[in-house]
């Protein structure tokens, strides 16, 4: 595992406080990236060989996510790898252990990755890239906590060929005293955004193992980029504090 020093872990926790966003390189170390990555183009492939068995044999909300935005929801997954393939749910626990530890070293022990907000998202067109939105409505976070941090790592290079996210930093200080949106798309346009936060956004590069961190007030969407076959799997881990 990676260690913060003092000097590090000061130095990122002021541009936390700054900005409610942060980009952490080398956030997981080797191994664990490798048993990430593993364990999801593994779970990926699971899914997608046993979608359309009769009966099923994912619930519900495990299908739905999948086939409506080539997505997986951690939280359903747990029970559908002990089933059929409790190896691929061991490297998933490892690798979450690691992320929290990781989490740990940069805030405090008073964190863990919650595995109902925790999602891993694979795009291969422009169809589901994300506008402007928080997740603290659009995941409907802030009805079960007031504060909680996604930590986005994408699995492929981003920034460049494959899209990274566009984030607006300190927009969680606005966002947070303005009403949520609670019924419909949770989404802000252009207009909304230009008007209300303004438009001076920050699209990090980086590489697998990397992580961007941000508030879940913070406004944030899927980088617009050219080219409509672009692949790229990203895993959200949502962390919050122990109550």
């Not at 994912?58 to 299908?63: C, F, K, P, T, V």
């Not at 906590?145 to 941090?149: G, H, L, M, V």
């Not at 790229?232 to 895993?235: G, L, P």
């Given at each position: 595992m990676?260690?913060?020093?003092?000097?590090?872990?000061?130095k990122f926790l002021e541009?936390?406080?700054?900005?409610?966003t942060?980009?952490v390189d080398?956030?997981?170390?080797p191994?664990?990236l490798s048993e990430l990555?593993?364990?999801?183009?593994?779970?990926?492939e699971?899914l997608?060989r046993?979608?359309s068995?009769?009966?099923?044999t994912?619930?519900?909300?495990?299908?739905d996510?999948?086939?409506?935005?080539d997505?997986?929801?951690?939280k359903?997954?747990?029970?559908?790898?002990?089933?059929?393939?409790?190896?691929?749910?061991?490297?998933?626990d490892?690798?979450?252990?690691?992320a929290?530890?990781?989490f740990?070293?940069?805030f405090d022990e008073n964190?863990?990755?919650?595995p109902?907000?925790?999602?891993?998202?694979r795009?291969?067109?422009?169809r589901?890239?994300l506008?402007w939105?928080i997740?603290?409505?659009?995941?409907?976070?802030?009805?079960t906590?007031?504060?909680?941090?996604n930590v986005?790592?994408?699995l492929?290079?981003?920034?460049?060929?494959?899209?990274s996210l566009?984030?607006l930093?300190?927009?969680?200080?606005?966002?947070r005293n303005?009403p949520?949106?609670?019924e419909g798309?949770?989404m802000?346009?252009?207009?909304?955004v230009k008007d209300?936060?303004g438009?001076?956004?920050w699209?990090?590069h980086a590489?697998?193992?990397?992580?961007i961190?941000f508030?879940h007030w913070t406004?944030?969407?899927?980088?617009?980029i050219a080219g409509e076959?672009?692949k790229?799997?990203?895993?959200e881990?949502r962390?919050?504090?122990?109550?």
């Open positions: 990676l260690e913060s020093s003092a000097a590090q872990q000061t541009e936390w406080e700054r900005a409610g942060a980009k080398a956030f997981l170390a191994q664990s990555q593993t364990a999801v183009e593994a779970s990926y699971l997608r046993h979608i068995d009769d009966p099923p994912l619930n519900i909300h495990l299908a996510h999948f086939t409506r935005w997505g997986i929801w951690v359903e997954l747990a029970g559908f790898l002990d089933r059929f393939s409790p190896e691929i749910r061991e490297l998933f490892r690798a979450i252990s690691s929290e530890a990781r740990r070293s940069l964190w863990r990755l919650e109902k907000f925790t999602f891993i998202r795009h291969q067109s422009t589901h890239y506008p939105h997740d603290a409505d659009a995941a409907s976070i802030i009805y906590t007031d504060y909680c941090i986005w790592l994408p492929d290079p981003v920034g460049e060929v494959a899209p566009e984030l930093p300190s927009s969680n200080k606005t966002m303005l949520i949106v609670a798309e949770k802000r346009t252009d207009e909304w209300n936060i438009t001076h956004s699209t990090p590489l697998p193992g990397d992580a961190l508030d406004l944030h969407r899927t980088q617009r076959q672009v790229r799997t990203s895993c881990f962390f919050v504090r122990i109550a």
